[in-house]
C-alpha cells in the first residue's frame, strides 16, 4: 500500500492555470498506474487523467483533453497535474490514485490521497 498526499489545490480565476501534487509515500511497484480525479459538490467521482509509472504512456478525459498535462517525477515518487485554461466546471476535489491496472475506473484504484480543493471563478 502507498500513501499519496495531494497539494496545491486553491482558488483562482478562469483561464488561469494551476500545478496539483501528488507524492507518494515510496517508491511505486514498476507495474503501478497513477490516475487523477474529480468530484464536484453533488456529483460522482470522475476520471481525469492517468499514467504508467514507468514508460509514461497517458490518457485522458474528453474534457480536459489539451488542456491538462499528468506527469511524474520517477526519483522524487511525485505525480502532477498541470491544468491551463481552467473554467468554472473544472471546480472540485481533485484526488490521485493508484493502480496497477491500466485503467480509467475509480473503483479498480487501490490506493487514494486525501483530496485537494480546486476552486474556478468564472
Known amino acids: 500500500q502507498v500513501q499519496l498526499v495531494e497539494s496545491g489545490g486553491r482558488s483562482v480565476q478562469a483561464g488561469d492555470s494551476l500545478r496539483l501534487s501528488c507524492a507518494a509515500s515510496?517508491?511505486?511497484?514498476?507495474?503501478?498506474?497513477f490516475g487523477w480525479f474529480r468530484q464536484a459538490l453533488g456529483k460522482e467521482r470522475e476520471f481525469v487523467a492517468l499514467?504508467?509509472?514507468?514508460?509514461?504512456?497517458?490518457l485522458y478525459a474528453d474534457s480536459v483533453k489539451g488542456r491538462f498535462t499528468i506527469s511524474r517525477d520517477n526519483p522524487s515518487n511525485t505525480l502532477y497535474l498541470q491544468m491551463n485554461s481552467l473554467k468554472a466546471e473544472d471546480t472540485a476535489i481533485y484526488y490521485c490514485?493508484?493502480?496497477?491496472?491500466?485503467?480509467?475506473?475509480?473503483?479498480?484504484?487501490?490506493?487514494w490521497g486525501q483530496g485537494t480543493q480546486v476552486t474556478v471563478a468564472s
Open positions: 490514485a493508484r493502480t496497477s491496472r491500466y485503467t480509467s475506473n475509480p473503483r479498480e484504484y487501490e490506493d
Open positions: 499514467i504508467r509509472w514507468h514508460g509514461g504512456s497517458s
Open positions: 515510496s517508491r511505486p511497484f514498476s507495474s503501478s498506474v
